[in-house]
C-alpha cells in the first residue's frame, strides 16, 4: 500500500512538475520573441497556466517582485516543493513502519523509538542551528527560539570547555560527537 501511494505521489509530482516547465518555457519564449503571443500554443499555455499564475503574480507584487517573473517562481515552487513533499512522505512512511516494528518489539521497542525519536529531534535542531549561523537568521524568529531552545543546553556549556579554533565554533560538531554516544549508551542499556 505505501509504495503504491508514494508511486501515485511521484506521479503526481512529476505531473505538476511537467506542468510548470511547459507554462514556464511558454512564458520565455514569449517574452523573448521566439513565440508569437498569438499562437495556439501560447495561447493554450495562458488559458492553462493564467488561473496558477494570477495568484502568484498578486503574491509577487505585494511582496515587492517583478509579477513577470511568475512563470519562473512556479517552476521553481514545483521543483523544490515536488522534492519536499516526496522526502516528508517517504520519511513519514518510514517513521510509521519503524513504529509498527518497534510496537512489536513491545513496551521495549517503543521505549527505544521514542528515544530514538528525541536523538533525531535533537540532532535535526542542531544541524538547523549551524544553517541559521551560515545564513544569520535572526535568533528572534520563532523557529529560531525553538531551535536554541532545543539546542541551548548542549552548546553553551560546551562553549565554556572547548575552546575556538580561529573563527570556527567546533561546539556543534562536539554537541553531535556527543549525542551520538549518548544515543548508542541508552539505547544499549534499554
Not at 501515485?8 to 511537467?18: D, G, W
Not at 517582485?65 to 512522505?89: C, E, K, M, R, S
Not at 525519536?117 to 535533537?122: D, S, Y
Amino acid at each position: 500500500m505505501a509504495s503504491t501511494l508514494l508511486t501515485l505521489l511521484r506521479l503526481t509530482v512529476l505531473a505538476a512538475f511537467i506542468y510548470a516547465t511547459l507554462i514556464a518555457l511558454a512564458a520565455w519564449a514569449v517574452r523573448n520573441g521566439r513565440l508569437s503571443p498569438f499562437s495556439a500554443v501560447a495561447r493554450t499555455a495562458r488559458r492553462l497556466g493564467d488561473p496558477l499564475l494570477r495568484r502568484l503574480e498578486k503574491r509577487l507584487v505585494r511582496s515587492g517582485a517583478n509579477p513577470q517573473d511568475a512563470p519562473l517562481w512556479l517552476f521553481w515552487i514545483a521543483l523544490i516543493g515536488g522534492l519536499i513533499v516526496l522526502g516528508l512522505t517517504e520519511w513519514l512512511i518510514g517513521v510509521v513502519t519503524a513504529f509498527a516494528f518497534s510496537a512489536s518489539a513491545g513496551p521495549r521497542g517503543i521505549a527505544v523509538f521514542l528515544l530514538s525519536g528525541v536523538f533525531t529531534l535533537l540532532t535535526a535542531a542542531l544541524f538547523l542551528r549551524v544553517i541559521a549561523s551560515w545564513f544569520q537568521l535572526s535568533p528572534y524568529s520563532k523557529l529560531m527560539r525553538l531551535v536554541l531552545a532545543l539546542t541551548d543546553w548542549m552548546i553553551v556549556p560546551l562553549r565554556r570547555i572547548v575552546p575556538p579554533f580561529g573563527m570556527i565554533d567546533v561546539t556543534p560538531l562536539v554537541a553531535y560527537l556527543l549525542l551520538l554516544l549518548a544515543r548508542s549508551f541508552l539505547i544499549r542499556l534499554l
